[in-house]
Nanobody, 123 residues
Framework: QVQLVESGGGLVQTGSSLRLSCGAS????????MAWFRQAPGKEREFVAAIRWITGSTVYADSVKGRFTITRDNAKNTFYLQMNSLNSEDTAVYYC????????????????WGQGTQVTVSS
């Protein structure tokens, strides 16, 4: 049974940084994509970033390029989202996901999801 467990969310001020973590267990992930999505109140879930588990290739949404960095630690079966220069538009529940065969920004291509962690950025 695949489990993804997020941590690291919280309440921060504009301009601050946060690092989210996602621990993965339950199967071998091969070169699957590991991704972060987010969902703000009243909005659809949107892609943030993704990384290939083995090769480390990455892709980012335009809205976070240059501010967010996705990384992984294969030894710990954990991947991360370093978020810098946070602003109010980054306020959302952040979800980690895996199971996609490509670096896809599409929600339904990911088979497994974490429970979500709240990130709130106050001005």
């Amino acid at each position: 049974q695949v489990q993804l467990v997020e941590s690291g969310g919280g309440l921060v001020q504009t301009g601050s940084s946060l690092r989210l973590s996602c621990g993965a267990s339950g199967r071998s992930f091969g070169n699957d994509a590991m991704a972060w999505f987010r969902q703000a109140p009243g909005k659809e879930r949107e892609f943030v970033a993704a990384i290939r588990w083995i090769t480390g290739s990455t892709v980012y949404a335009d809205s976070v390029k240059g501010r967010f960095t996705i990384t992984r630690d294969n030894a710990k079966n954990t991947f991360y989202l370093q978020m810098n220069s946070l602003n109010s538009e980054d306020t959302a529940v952040y979800y980690c996901a895996t199971g996609a065969r490509t670096l896809s920004p599409v929600v339904y291509e990911y088979d497994y999801w974490g429970q979500g962690t709240q990130v709130t950025v106050s001005s």
